[in-house]
């Protein structure tokens, strides 16, 4: 691949810039270039005070009263000015930046550019852009990409930095046939890459962004038509038979199958027993009941006297998978072995793992994509199993495969993608859809709440911590900031304790190590903490089916399908289950949206409902597809192109296979080198 040079070569990044790119997962000029904006900003006319919305970004002009005050607050400098106008007040502040107090003189006129918030009932602009009339004039005629940010590295940093990439880079060969780019009207691809990070107006982010998601489908549909013809109709080498402790083991569970559930069981059998290899994806909404399948599976594969493996997106869940089936393998007399293979294991306690895997000591191994690794090797793999959360793409779906010799691979998805948009993106695989919930299971009471129902709120968690039961609140935040105005589980976990005495309060989010955050929540899962304060790193935890109060802050701040994820966390269990969302937003539409979550429990209709109130235009809303690899492209949203690539690449595909007639040769090493991607992003 081309500018592979790292990003320290460009001027003004030094070794300390560089790691701070890195934690963005920039590395090189080719990284930086494919960092597309998550936004842009318009700058429009300023407007008066009264008329500014609150969370949104605007701007206001004016003459200065008096010269800005400047106070100390927890070793933060804070500049503080009042703006007036006949419609209202507007307070301006800024943090660390002394230097305003010569800027900002009594007197002086300029126009200011933020967000607004609401801090101690008084309307607020925090950190906001300074101009003079012609410096805001001239910016009022473009559109200014904003970036994904870590702390030491804004956004003006990397526009910088992408603006010198853009000036500096070797220019890609065009890949796409003409008569694709004529067809669909595409932009040329390094007029794209240019425009998607500095469109002039929305007609050409449009046009930019159009070629961009293009092209992420067409490489993703033609990698997974290669998959396909690799495992179309592909004899297995594992002769399976059904197997007596597979039906005894279904129907002496505490609980019966639904009609799904066993539909699907037996399509998996079918498949595993019939001599070809199965490629299947289990798609089931949250908490359908898709864990049970794959056991059964596993015990499939097992008892015929072969290896199957099952990643999970966390360890936490790995383990939580591992102790369940020891549990109910022991329960049911299932003479099989688990074993456990993650990432924060003692370098013993692999070595172990890895000799009772490679001399079949093992019949399952339950782990993180630590399964992947080299140094595992199994004694007959016949299955694999595979969760969609953890971002697998193609490219790795095949790796894991190659773990063994053509093994059954079974992927479970709980992302609600319509059915005809699953057969193209998961065109390698067999589609079978679990299309009902347990019957044990009670639906999910929820409420869409304001900020001020949080007393009763707590009432509530206390009562049913009384009864015995558990509860998840999630924040937006993992620490206050001045910047932004939203709960954070530190300062929220404190509030809990005050509020709730005798009830044990614990916190839970990203940036803690991996062994704390699986020792808290394994106490989680034991029921020694009854309130667990979290991000959402919570979203693929653990199943604790005695929780029943899910407590959303900020809902508003997450997209439908993130809060159905969330959601998802409660109702496993045979008690009535609750889900409270704070809306603390007065945006125009908000309500509507979380409406759409308060009256209903399906992830289908959620996903549906959600890209209607979106709308085409609303591409840099909140992405629903979180779980597929793609940058920009929305499989809701872009459907529509989504449906051109699939039959483009079908065409293409039949007239030439292997990619190797002169006009798709380069497209053929554009393909490889998107491959080999896939594969290193798992940093094998």
């Known amino acids: ?33 494919g960092y597309y904006p998550r936004a842009y900003h318009t700058y429009e006319p300023p407007v008066p005070i009264g008329e500014l919305k609150l969370d949104v970004a605007g701007a206001v002009e004016g003459v200065l009263q008096k010269s800005v005050s400047v106070r100390k607050f927890q070793h933060t400098q804070v500049i503080t000015v009042s703006l007036k106008d006949m419609t209202g007040t507007l307070q301006l502040t800024w943090f660390n930046m002394p230097f305003l107090k010569n800027t900002l003189q009594a007197g002086t006129y300029h126009i200011f550019y933020g967000k607004v918030v609401k801090k ?32 030491g590295l804004g956004n003006k940093a ?44 929305h007609k050409e982010l449009l046009f930019a962004r159009k070629r961009l998601v293009f092209d992420e489908f067409f490489l993703f549909i033609l990698a997974v038509r290669r998959l396909r013809e690799k495992r179309q109709d592909c004899a297995s080498p594992f002769h399976m038979e059904r197997r007596p402790e597979v039906r005894r083991l279904a129907e002496e569970l505490p609980y019966d199958l639904t009609e799904a559930q066993k539909k699907v069981l037996s399509e998996v059998e079918e498949d595993m027993t019939k001599g070809l290899v199965m490629n299947r994806l289990v798609q089931g909404d949250v908490g359908s009941g898709k864990t049970i399948l794959a056991v059964l599976a596993l015990v499939l594969a097992a008892s015929n006297g072969f290896q199957g493996a099952m990643m999970a997106p966390t360890e936490v869940l790995a383990r939580q998978h591992y102790e369940g089936m020891k549990e109910l393998f022991a329960a049911h007399d299932i003479r099989l072995e688990p074993v456990l293979v993650t990432g924060s294991m003692t370098a013993k306690e692999k070595r172990t793992a890895y000799e009772r895997i490679r001399s079949h000591q093992a019949d399952i191994i339950v782990g993180t994509h630590a399964l992947i690794q080299e140094k595992v090797v199994y004694d007959n793999l016949a299955l694999v199993i595979t ?12 790796l894991l495969g190659n773990k063994g010799e053509r093994p059954h691979v079974m992927v479970m998805s709980a992302t609600p993608i319509p059915r005809t948009l699953a057969i193209i993106l998961y065109g390698d695989l067999d589609i079978s859809v679990i299309d009902q919930c347990p019957k044990d299971r009670l639906p999910i009471k929820n409420c869409v709440v304001a900020p001020s129902y949080r007393p009763n709120a707590y009432t509530f968690i206390k009562k049913q911590v009384g009864q015995g039961r558990q509860a998840y609140v999630i924040c937006p935040m993992v620490e206050a900031s001045e910047l932004m105005e939203a709960e954070n589980v530190l300062d929220y976990t404190e509030t809990l304790r005050r509020e709730l005495p005798g009830i044990t309060v614990e916190y839970l989010h990203g940036k803690m190590k991996g062994k704390e955050k699986n020792r808290i929540m394994e106490r989680f899962a034991a029921g020694e903490i009854q309130v667990l304060v979290s991000t959402t790193v919570i979203e693929v935890g653990v199943n604790v089916p005695n929780a029943t109060v899910m407590m959303i802050e900020n809902a508003e ?19 009535q289950s609750y889900c409270i969302m704070v809306n603390c937003g007065d945006q125009e539409g908000t309500g509507e949206r979380l409406d759409i979550l308060n009256r209903s429990n399906d992830g289908f209709y959620i996903a549906s409902e959600d890209l209607k109130l979106r709308g085409p235009g609303d591409i840099f809303g909140v992405r629903q597809s979180g779980d597929m690899e793609f940058r920009l492209a929305d499989i809701f949203t872009d459907a529509p192109i989504l449906k051109q690539v699939s039959e483009e690449a079908d065409r293409l595909l039949s007239e030439d296979p292997e990619l190797c007639m002169e006009e798709h040769r380069v497209l053929g090493q554009r393909l490889k080198a998107y491959l080999e991607h896939s594969y290193e992003k798992l940093n094998l």
Do not use: C
């Open 158 to 201: 990397i526009m910088r930095a992408v603006a010198q990439a853009l000036d500096i880079r070797q220019m890609e060969r065009e890949y796409l046939p003409a008569s694709i780019r004529k067809k669909y009207e595409l932009a040329e691809y390094n007029y794209a890459l240019e425009h998607i990070h500095f469109p002039k107006d």
């Open 120 to 151: 101690n009932n008084r309307l607020t602009m925090e950190q906001p852009e300074i101009y003079t009339k012609e410096g805001y004039d001239a910016l009022m005629t473009s559109m200014q990409p904003v970036y994904g940010q870590t702390k």
């Open 1 to 33: 691949m081309i500018n592979q040079e790292s990003v320290g070569t460009l001027k003004g990044i030094g070794d300390k810039t560089a790691k701070l790119f890195g934690k963005l997962g920039v590395s090189t000029i080719a990284d930086l270039l």
């Open 557 to 575: 701040r997450f997209g439908l399908a993130q809060l159905h994820q969330l959601r998802g966390r409660v109702g496993r269990g045979k008690h």
């Open 387 to 398: 969760d969609e959360q953890h971002r697998f793409g193609v490219g790795q779906r095949e």
